[in-house]
């Protein structure tokens, strides 16, 4: 985790709000999403996928929505807590193909 | 289940030298992954195994590196000689799909070459 630093975008948000991160995939193909978390010292884990044929997917206070048409996923975080500080990748795949990953987001939560 | 296993956690060493890294999947898990993390570079795909066989292995930086996996609980990354330019942190993650199923990834390796 804390090898992926300087040349990460950050966000910054209140302990309570909700945080948004966005990515931008590069592949109109692909058809599979996946949002990672990494924390510092430790490898990424998956938090939520999305297939191509929907546009919102909820888990437990986190909710992905996919826009095939501008080619953008988000990840939203509701009432941010502060074990959510860590680093968010957004990965793509097409037909079972590897996956490929975004460069990733720092998410700094204030007190 | 211990989930993905890599040693060593951290290994320090000199230019020149040879570097193995060691990753054991998951247990039912018939692919295996390798990357590389860097500040510069994000997270780089090196190759993956399917049944123990390697199926891409366009992300392996040039003949420095090579990787195997002699069964299915066990995987090697070995980079000879090693350079300055190749510390990173190197994780192993597997998965019993390719693409679309959930990659789980090892704590890393993290190598610092001097």
């Known amino acids: 985790g804390e090898s992926v630093g300087l040349h990460l975008p950050t966000l910054s948000v209140q302990e309570g709000d909700n945080s948004i991160i966005n990515c931008a995939y590069s592949?109109?193909?692909?058809?599979?999403f996946i949002w990672y978390k990494q924390e510092s010292g430790k490898g990424p884990q998956f938090i939520i996928d999305?297939?191509?044929?929907?546009d919102k997917r909820q888990g437990q206070r986190v909710t992905v929505l996919l826009n095939k048409t501008v080619k953008h996923l988000s990840l939203q975080i509701a009432a941010t807590q502060p074990g959510d500080s860590a680093v968010y990748f957004c990965?793509?795949?097409?037909?079972?193909?590897?996956?490929?990953f975004g460069k990733g987001t720092r998410l700094h939560i204030l007190p | 289940d211990a989930g993905v296993i890599q040693s060593p956690r951290h290994e320090v060493t000199e230019m020149g030298q040879e570097v193995t890294l060691r990753c054991k999947p998951i247990?039912?898990?018939?692919?295996l992954f390798w990357y590389r993390q860097t500040m510069m570079r994000g997270l780089e795909l090196l190759i993956y195994?399917?049944?123990?066989?390697?199926?891409?292995d366009s992300g392996m930086p040039e003949d420095r590196f090579s990787a195997k996996m002699p069964n299915a609980s066990f995987s090697t990354l070995k980079i000879q000689p090693s350079e300055p330019r190749d510390s990173a942190v190197y994780f192993c993650?597997?998965?019993?799909?390719?693409?679309?199923?959930?990659?789980?990834f090892g704590p890393g390796t993290r190598l610092l070459v001097l």
């Open positions: 990965a793509e795949t097409w037909r079972d193909d590897k996956i490929i």
């Open positions: 247990s039912g898990h018939d692919y």
């Open positions: 999305i297939r191509s044929n929907m």
């Open positions: 195994f399917n049944n123990n066989v390697p199926i891409d």
């Open positions: 592949n109109s193909a692909s058809d599979y």
């Open positions: 993650a597997s998965s019993r799909t390719s693409g679309e199923e959930t990659q789980y």
